[in-house]
Structure formats: C-alpha cells, structure tokens
C-alpha cells in the first residue's frame, strides 16, 4: 500500500520538490515480452556488473533497476509484476518505476528494446 500514499502525497504537493526542479514525476508502467526482458536483463548486466545478482527474478530485477535509478540521480522506485506469476508462457512482465522522472523511463523502455542503457 505505500507507493499509492507515496503517489497521494506527491499529487497533494502539487508541485516538484527543489531537488527535481524543471521536471516533474510520474509513475511509468512498461509492459515487456520474453524478448524485452532478456534486453532489459542483458543491459542490467552490462551497467552493473558484479554489483548485483544474476537479475532473473522480478526481486532481483527490481533491486538492479533501483540501482539504475540511483545511479542516474533519478527519484522513484521500482516494482517488477511477472504475468502470470508461475513459470508459464505466453507472460508478460510489468516494471512499475513509481515518480520517477521522464528520462529514466524512456532510458529503461530502451533497454528493453536495445539491451543496452544509453546514458
């Protein structure tokens, strides 16, 4: 339940905070296939290294895409949902990135695409 009080407080506000000056936050919601998540995988790899474990959970991905946004200054927090929650296919994965700041989600959609981080 914290990251709907989280988006409550943030719409409350109103406005962005001094340290997000000239851009304003949003929750982004990127739905990815088996093909974008091994991009998003591989680029993850690729950025940071031996810093964090074989990202192939939705808790591991989450915690990389943390560091991400850490790495980049960027606000937000990550959620990773895997659809359907068992080991099936077709699944889709939904990576949840909760006020962030524009550019950190078009930087994760294209890695998705490209399997690289383009920072």
Do not use: K, N, Y
Not at 50 to 56: A, G, K, L, S
Request: proline share 7%.
């Amino acid at each position: 339940m914290r990251p709907t009080l989280d988006r409550g407080r943030r719409f409350l506000r109103g406005s962005p905070t001094p340290a997000d000056a000239g851009s304003t936050l949003e929750d982004v919601v990127i739905i990815f296939g088996v093909v974008e998540v091994e991009h998003l995988r591989t680029a993850l790899e690729a950025l940071l290294g031996d810093t964090v474990e074989r990202p192939d959970t939705p808790a591991r991905i989450e915690r990389a895409l943390d560091l991400v946004l850490a790495r980049r200054g960027a606000p937000g927090q990550a959620r990773v949902l895997r659809r359907p929650a068992a080991l099936s296919t077709p699944e889709s994965w939904e990576i949840h990135l909760d006020g962030t700041d524009r550019a950190s989600g078009t930087a994760v959609r294209e890695a998705g695409r490209t399997g690289a981080f383009a920072c």
